[in-house]
């Protein structure tokens, strides 16, 4: 639906508008997804006339109807490119487009968004703090509209994305839900403490698990399955030796001996054809090599510890900054295998899992396992990236909300326009114009009804500054001067 709208009037994209039909009661819910000038016949022509070249001509202007003002409305007239969302028949929604209001009788007004969520509202305690909307006021969502559900947060780099996911992990933790962060960065370890480093309020759910340091594996608390994950996909294990590996893995723990050191022993004596023995003792050292295995229990807190106390509202950080491809892979398997144990024994009722950069560790077959059979289980994913083609497109389908940041690249824009349930128009049209910290949100969280927001402000400490080599000195503290 195109709508003209004049000068003074304020309109910005994104911004709702109801077309109201007083005779019938019904009133079309419209979207805008475009500005453009209104190009009405002959207004070019009247610009060029307009032009007074070097203002060389002299004399008072009569104008006896008093039409230049309305010339001038009319020049600067706009055009508002819209999309249909819905139509209110006597108050309540349809989400169908087949009638069309009277385009000489009807009347445009532009609905607040807090109207548009007004009955979600009443006593909800559920509700979240997103940001603000056009209109300068609160916006608010309900978090339950996270639960069960896959999202995607997409936009460039500093447009906000690892911001939202904060708020959103914050807001869950709040409410009393399990949060697992797979944070490739390490920019999530601050999330306990307030933008000047003291602790916040919510300092005592946040478990930081940083490899290596207060996060180490232990052999015993492998299934089997996890391990040969590991040793086939992350450390590319031949089918012919994982088989050998899950004898020798089964005469350990017969015997309770599965620890590193038994493990090197056994496979030192195993009976085996010499290749296999080999192929396994590289990725017995590649395990050991890395450092994030020990045979002593006591030392280390468990993943599985700090779930458990994830369960009345907390979050896990799994800070995988600073760790090799190859650790990642292993750790991440370890992790979501776990999980999937908890959840499956049920252990654990849900847990809401946050993954940056999946691509970077995710194997290609995790990837529909997740929308799938692990949704079903109960892990609800969110995946936040800035290089959307790394999500397949069958992930966009499935997704229940898209948190959609600034794009000006055509080529992400298309990759997210041509997956998303909503219509391709709306999310390269309105993402190309997004400034930082603003965001695009699509799905259920907003009952399918697209809406813009500025993301709030939190106080909390950001470790995710990319290290510079020109950064700012000051000429005192340079050693080198002061010499
Ligand atoms: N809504 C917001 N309000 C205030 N600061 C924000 C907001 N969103 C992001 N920032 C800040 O902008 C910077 C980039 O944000 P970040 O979330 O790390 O971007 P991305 O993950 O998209 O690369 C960070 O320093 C962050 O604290
Ligand atoms: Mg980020």
Same mark, same amino acid.
């Given at each position: ?9 304020e309109v910005g ?5 109801t ?8 009133s ?11 190009n ?9 006339? =307009?032009?007074?070249? /070097? ?22 007239a ?32 532009k609905?607040?968004i ?19 909307t ?23 780099k ?7 996911a ?27 403490r ?7 309020d ?8 940083t490899?290596?340091?207060n996060?180490?594996?232990n052999?015993?608390?492998f299934?089997?399955r ?5 040793l086939?996909?992350?450390?590319h294990l031949p089918g $012919? ?34 290749h296999?023995r080999d ?15 020990? /045979? ?18 907390g979050?896990?950080?799994? =800070?995988?900054?600073?760790?090799? $491809? ?15 144990d ?9 847990i809401?899992?946050?993954?940056e ?16 059979r ?11 990236t800035?290089?959307?083609?790394t ?7 499935q ?10 690249? /055509?080529?992400?824009l298309?990759?997210?326009s ?5 219509d391709?128009?709306?999310v390269?049209?309105?993402?190309r114009?997004?400034?930082?910290h603003?965001?695009?949100?699509l ?8 809406i ?15 290290r ?16």
């Amino acid at each position: 639906m195109q709508i003209i709208s004049f000068p003074n009037e304020e309109v910005g994209k994104g911004d709702y508008l109801t077309v109201e039909d007083f005779k019938t009661g019904k009133s079309l819910i419209v979207q805008v997804v475009d500005i453009q000038y209104a190009n009405i016949p002959g207004i070019f022509e009247e610009l060029l006339r =307009n032009y007074d070249g /070097d203002s060389s001509l002299q004399g008072e202007d009569i104008d006896p109807f008093e039409v230049a003002t309305h010339i001038a409305y009319i020049q600067d007239a706009r055009l508002l490119v819209c999309k249909i969302r819905a139509t209110n028949i006597n108050g309540d929604m349809v989400f169908t487009s087949s009638w069309l209001p009277s385009r000489s009788r009807a009347v445009i007004r532009k609905l607040p968004i807090e109207r548009l969520f007004a009955s979600a509202k009443n006593g909800n305690e559920y509700l979240i703090d997103l940001g603000e909307t056009n209109e300068k006021k609160q916006f608010q969502v309900d978090v339950r509209a996270l639960d069960g559900g896959l999202n995607i947060i997409t936009g460039k780099k500093g447009t906000g994305k690892s911001h939202i996911a904060k708020l959103l992990t914050l807001s869950l933790v709040t409410h009393g839900a399990p949060v697992v962060i797979l944070d490739i960065n390490g920019e999530y370890t601050g999330l306990g403490r307030t933008a000047d480093g003291k602790p916040n309020d919510l300092h005592e759910k946040i478990h930081i698990l940083t490899p290596k340091k207060n996060f180490k594996l232990n052999l015993g608390e492998f299934k089997i399955r996890v391990m040969l994950n590991i040793l086939v996909n992350a450390l590319h294990l031949p089918g $012919t030796s994982a088989r050998e590996f899950g004898r020798i893995w089964r005469f350990l723990d017969q015997n309770n001996a599965l620890n590193m050191r038994e493990l090197g022993e056994a496979i030192k004596n195993w009976k085996c054809n010499q290749h296999v023995r080999d192929a396994l003792f590289s990725r017995y050292y590649t395990l050991l090599n890395s450092g994030l295995f020990t /045979d002593e229990p006591a030392k280390v807190a468990s993943f599985e510890d700090s779930i458990h106390k994830t369960r009345v509202g907390g979050a896990v950080v799994i =800070n995988l900054r600073d760790t090799s $491809t190859v650790d990642r892979h292993v750790l991440v398997e370890y992790v979501l295998g776990k999980l999937v144990d908890l959840l499956t024994a049920k252990k654990l009722r849900a847990i809401f899992l946050f993954a940056e950069e999946a691509h970077l560790y995710l194997r290609e077959t995790y990837w529909d396992d997740i929308v799938t059979r692990m949704r079903h289980y109960g892990m609800f994913t969110t995946f936040v990236t800035n290089q959307p083609e790394t999500i397949r497109e069958n992930i966009y389908r499935q997704a229940d909300n898209l948190f959609l940041f600034n794009f000006t690249n /055509d080529h992400d824009l298309e990759t997210v326009s041509r997956a998303s349930k909503v219509d391709a128009d709306t999310v390269k049209s309105v993402a190309r114009d997004l400034p930082p910290h603003h965001c695009l949100v699509l799905g259920k969280i907003v009952n399918d009804f697209p809406i813009v927001t500025k993301v709030r402000k939190l106080d909390v400490q950001t470790m995710g500054h990319t290290r510079l080599f020109f950064s700012k000195i000051h000429p005192l503290s340079n050693p080198v001067r002061s010499m």
